[in-house]
């Protein structure tokens, strides 16, 4: 059988991207993170969405940012995830590994490793096969309001 008889799946089917193999270079960054690609158009072929991950030095902060019109998934694999939101970063909730945070479409927002002594890491998951990335230069507010989230499914 000769590779033009194989079944269409074979090159067109699942991927694997290891460890080894993700990318930094292609992706824009933001102070403060290293985000490296696994999943995109131009790695995979992915039409509808962009995965990779995240580290956050410890004690680090990232400089304020949005994503354009990406809706953005983040589940923490190690490490305290702190993150600010709002026009002036007024708004503040944590995640611990397990957790997952969602982040809106254009929602100015900022992570912040919690931890002084262990990296924060993260998958992070966007609706587009394109890493959009906006870089903010906001003055953050001095006490952002802690807000827990009501699942209004199960209240």
């Known amino acids: ?73 983040i589940y923490v694999v190690k490490g305290r995830a702190r993150m600010r939101w709002g026009e002036a970063l007024e708004f503040t909730a944590e995640a611990g590994p397990g957790d997952f945070i969602f982040v809106p479409p254009f929602v100015p927002h900022q992570e912040i490793n919690a931890l002084a002594d262990e990296a924060l890491e993260c998958v992070l998951v966007r609706s587009d096969g394109q890493a959009t990335v906006v870089n903010l230069d906001i003055a953050a507010a001095e006490s952002p309001e802690e807000v827990l989230w009501v699942d209004p499914i199960h209240r």
Do not use: C, N
């Open 1 to 73: 059988m000769t590779d033009a008889d194989q079944p269409r799946w074979k090159h067109d089917g699942v991927r694997v991207i290891s460890a080894g193999a993700l990318d930094g270079g292609s992706v824009p960054q933001t102070p403060g993170m290293d985000r490296k690609a696994a999943i995109d158009f131009a790695r995979a072929g992915a039409q509808k969405l962009w995965a990779g991950t995240v580290t956050i030095h410890a004690g680090a902060k990232t400089g304020a940012h949005h994503h354009g019109p990406l809706e953005s998934v």
